[in-house]
T-cell receptor
Framework: AQSVTQPDIHITVSEGASLELRCNYS??????LFWYVQSPGQGLQLLLK??????LVQGIKGFEAEFKRSQSSFNLRKPSVHWSDAAEYFC???????????FGAGTQVVVTP | EAQVTQNPRYLITVTGKKLTVTCSQN?????MSWYRQDPGLGLRQIYY???????DKGDVPEGYKVSRKEKRNFPLILESPSPNQTSLYFC?????????????FGDGTRLSIL
């Protein structure tokens, strides 16, 4: 069965510092991978997605992610975080079951001054 | 503006009192689904619909019903809510459910069942 693991439940980072959120997946074929962000009281907003091709994908808000097949990982990065990046981040894989997204448990990011 | 609209945004109710959470999208999407979000579990799919009159169970369908009589609407029905259905619920839609079609999410409905 497909699964998504986000090892870090909570990360605290200083404003201006770099951020990396980890995501590992378990899926037999080449996966469709996504990162979503959830700001307080809001729905999920798509940051970026990977389907195929270049393994480094760029997203919105200055985020990027790298797909590493050998490590079954799809880590999200941002070189310099802003206070507005404080949110919960979800990694997800599209399973082969009619559009069902399998989500990780999420990583809560706190940004300190 | 393209959006998925859920109502209500918040609801506190009591065990056994039937409730419906509405979901509407204005993007002419064929695929719609419902998820629930619980701490430490991420989002789990409840039901999905590939098109009008076509629905199927997700991972956690027990205690829920859905209907898809029109393309734009996909209500979630709790016939006899119980406290373990206290959760944050999200409706999502995409063009056809295919992997290259991103899913758009509503802003969520927080249900508290007492």
């Amino acid at each position: 069965a497909q699964s998504v693991t986000q090892p870090d439940i909570h990360i605290t980072v200083s404003e201006g510092a770099s951020l990396e959120l980890r995501c590992n997946y378990s899926y037999g074929a080449t996966p469709y991978l996504f990162w979503y962000v959830q700001s307080p009281g809001q729905g999920l907003q798509l940051l970026l997605k990977y389907f195929s091709g270049d393994t480094l994908v760029q997203g919105i808000k200055g985020f990027e992610a790298e797909f590493k097949r050998s490590q079954s990982s799809f880590n999200l990065r941002k070189p310099s975080v802003h206070w507005s990046d404080a949110a919960e981040y979800f990694c997800a894989v599209l399973t082969d079951s009619w559009g069902k997204l399998q989500f990780g448990a999420g990583t809560q990011v706190v940004v300190t001054p | 503006e393209a959006q998925v609209t859920q109502n209500p945004r918040y609801l506190i109710t009591v065990t056994g009192k039937k409730l419906t959470v509405t979901c509407s999208q204005n993007m002419n999407h064929e695929y719609m689904s419902w998820y629930r979000q619980d701490p430490g579990l991420g989002l789990r799919q409840i039901y999905y619909s590939m098109n009008v009159e076509v629905t199927d169970k997700g991972d956690v369908p027990e205690g829920y019903k859905v209907s898809r009589k029109e393309k734009r609407n996909f209500p979630l029905i709790l016939e006899s809510p119980s406290p373990n259905q206290t959760s944050l619920y999200f409706c999502a839609s995409s063009l056809n459910g295919a992997g290259n079609q991103p899913q758009h999410f509503g802003d969520g409905t927080r249900l508290s069942i007492l």
